[in-house]
C-alpha cells in the first residue's frame, strides 16, 4: 500500500461489548492501524467495556486510532436483574442502531469532519450493514466465533428441519430432547458441508430450536439474521487462519460470500513473543507459575461469561483438591460463594484463585499442563499455541462445537465424563492428561504438530498475511 492511500479514509468500528468479543475488534483495528498510519479509525463501544478493555487488553493504541464511548442502552435510573446477563444485551441491541450513529457523528466532529468511509464491526450488530448502505461506504463485519459455527448458522434452516423430522416431525425442545421417544442428538451432520465431524448436540441452542426459539428476544433474532446480511458485505473477516479448517468447509464459505478473510486468530500474537517478566505482571500468576514445576500446573477458566452451576463448582474444587495438583484458577468474586467451605484455607498453598489471569501468558507458561475450559474459540488456540492440553467442559454458544474438535478431531484434549463436572470424572481426567500415560503424550504430541500448522500459517507465506493484506487494501482506498 503507498504512503499516501489511506489520506482522507476514515474506518468506524463498531464493538459488540459483550463477552469476549471487543478484544479481537480491537486488536484487528490496531493491527490495521498500524499498517495504515494515514487512515483514521475510530473505535465505537460502550464505557464500560471500553474502561475494561483498557485495563486488561495490553494494546497500545496507535496515534491514529481513537476510542469513543457510546450508550449503553440501559435507561437512567433502571436496576439491571441480576442473575440475567441477557437484559443488559438487550437494552444495548434496542438502542445500538441510534447510539453508534451518534458515535460516528462525534467521531466525524472530533477528527475535523472526516467523512467515515467503511464501516468494520462486530458481525452481531447486524444493522451495520443498512448503516453502511445508506451512508454508501464499505462494510467488513469481523466474524468472531469458530467458521464452523458461522457455517452452522447458514444451515440453520436445513439442520432444524432435518433436526425436527429425525425427531419425528415433531416440535424440538429444549436441551435435545425430542417428542416422541427418538433421540437423535448424537446423529452426525453428514448433510452440512463441512460440519460431518458435529452431532445436532453440539450445535447451540438457537439452532436446534429454529422459529421456535424466544423470537420476541432482539438477540435471537440478530442471531438469525446473521446470514441474511453478510453476503451483502464487501468482505467477511474472520478471526481464524483459514489452514486449520477443512477444505470443504473454507470452499462452502466462499461460495456463500463476496469475500471472506482470514486474518488469524486476533486475541494472540503468533508466534509467541517471550513473556514480559514476571514482576511486571499485577495479577501474580506469571511470578506464582515460576514456582512450579514444568507441565504440573491445572489452569482453570470458562471466559467472560459463562459459568457451570454451583455443584459442578463444588465437585470441580473437590476433584483439585483430592488430586493435589497445583491449580491456578480465573473465578470471577460472585462463583466464589459455590466452593466449599474452608476450600480456600486447605489450599493456600495448592492453588491461587484470581478474578482475571493474563490468559494467554498464562498458557505460554511452561508450568501450566492442562486447561481446564468452557472451550471458548479464543481461549482453545490460546492453549494450542501454549501447547496446553484440554479438558473440556462446553457450556454455550459454539463450545460445543469447538469441544468436539479439540477431542475428537484434533485430540489434542477430553471432555469431561458425562459432560458435567464429578468429582470422581474430573480426578480421572487431570490423571489422564497431566499422567505419564500413552494417552496424555499422544495429546501432547498432537498438540505439537497443530502449533506448527499455526505457526506456519502464521507466516509470511500463510493464508492469513495476503488476507490481511487485502483487508487493509479495502480499508485503505
Ligand atoms: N481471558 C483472560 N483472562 C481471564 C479469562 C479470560 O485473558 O481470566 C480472555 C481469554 O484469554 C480469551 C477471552 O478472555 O481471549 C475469552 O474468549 P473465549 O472466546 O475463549 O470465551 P468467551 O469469553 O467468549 O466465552
New binding site residues.
Partial sequence: MSQSSGKNQHVAVLAFPF???P??LLNLASRLASAAPDVSFSFLNTAKSNQKLSA?SGVHLPHNLKSYDVADGVPEGHVLTPGNPLEEVELFLEAAPESFRKGIDMAVAETGQQKITCILNDAFLVFGCDMAADMHVKWAPLY??APYDLSAHIYSALIHETYAKACGGGEVHGNGGAVGDLNPIDKTLDAIPGLSAMRFGDLPQEILQGNHSNSSSIFARTLRRIWEVLPRANAVVMNSFQELNSTILTDDLKSKFQDILYVGFL??IVPTPPLPPSHSDATGCLPWLDEQKPTSVAYI??????AVPPHEFAALAEALEASCVPFLW?LRENFKAFLPNGFLERTRKQGKI???????H??SHKAVGVYV????????F?SIVGEVPMICRP???D?KMNGRMVEDVWEIGVRVEGGVFTKKGMVKSLELVLGHGQHGRRMREKIRDLKELVVKAAGPDGIASKDFKTLLELISQ
Avoid at 477458566?301 to 459463562?306: E, I, P, Q, Y
Avoid at 484470581?354 to 494467554?360: E, G
Fill in positions: 463477552g469476549c468479543h478484544w479481537p486488561t468472531v466465533p486475541t494472540l477458566s470458562f471466559g467472560t461469561v459463562a480465573s484470581v478474578p482475571w489471569a493474563p490468559q494467554a498464562v498458557l475450559t468452557h472451550c471458548g474459540y479464543n481461549s482453545v490460546e457450556i454455550l454458544g463450545n
